[in-house]
């Protein structure tokens, strides 16, 4: 059974502390790994895609990379406005590839 | 930019009340979807499109519908509603298989809908 799990479940940084988020995946056969930006009330806004073990792709102060079997959000010098929960999901081959399985989110708060 | 536009930001309803949530696409998508999203279980998929009259079930279909008689748009019916549909709605969109190996879900901002 493909799944997603995410940690750590809440991480609270000072402004200017970087951190990384964790993702981790198991899948049949992976068609792409997303990560999504959440705010309160809001749909999660769509940030990167990757699929090929060793890529990386940046936006402003985040860089998300990927291995076999997970991927990392890394967050540099984060700001206030970076606060907000992080989804990670995989899309699997199977089902037409329209399988997107979701993990559970990383909640970050960034204190000024 | 895509953009994803739900009908409506927040809705409350009596139980057994009949319940439309409406969602459009300007990308010419051929795949939309609709999901709950609730505290502790995550995203879950409730239906998908691949194209215009097609439909597929998700991973809880039970208690719903959905329509899709034109590309761009994709509804969810609530039949009879129940408390335990309480819950955040998402409608999201993609490219097709025969146009991207692996497109993105593009969400709309989201039906609050609570069901008393």
């Known amino acids: 059974e493909d799944q997603v799990t995410q940690s750590p479940e809440a991480l609270r940084l000072q402004e200017g502390e970087s951190s990384s988020l964790n993702c981790s995946y198991t899948?049949?056969?992976?068609?792409?790994l997303f990560w999504y930006r959440q705010d309160p009330g809001k749909g999660p806004e769509f940030l990167f895609t990757l699929y090929s073990a060793g890529e990386e792709k940046e936006k402003e102060r985040l860089k998300a990379t990927l291995t076999k079997k997970e991927s990392f959000l890394h967050i540099t010098a984060p700001k206030p406005e970076d606060s907000a929960t992080y989804l990670c999901a995989v899309q699997a081959l199977i089902n037409y590839g329209q399988n997107f399985v979701f993990g559970p989110g990383t909640r970050l708060s960034v204190l000024p | 930019d895509v953009k994803v536009t739900q009908s409506s930001r927040y809705l409350v309803k009596r139980t057994g009340e009949k319940v439309f949530l409406e969602c459009v696409q300007d990308?010419?998508?051929?795949?939309m979807f609709w999901y709950r999203q609730d505290p502790g279980l995550g995203l879950r998929l409730i239906y998908f499109s691949y194209d215009v009259k097609m439909k597929e079930k998700g991973d809880i279909p039970e208690g719903y519908s959905v329509s899709r008689e034109k590309k761009e748009r994709f509804s969810l019916i609530l039949e009879s509603t129940s408390t335990n549909q309480t819950s955040m709605y998402l409608c999201?969109?993609?490219?097709?298989?025969?146009?991207?190996?692996?497109?993105?879900?593009?969400f709309g901002n989201g039906t609050r809908l609570t069901v008393t």
């Open positions: 899948v049949s056969g992976l068609r792409g």
């Open positions: 990308m010419d998508h051929e795949n």
């Open positions: 999201a969109s993609s490219l097709g298989l025969n146009r991207s190996y692996n497109s993105p879900l593009h």
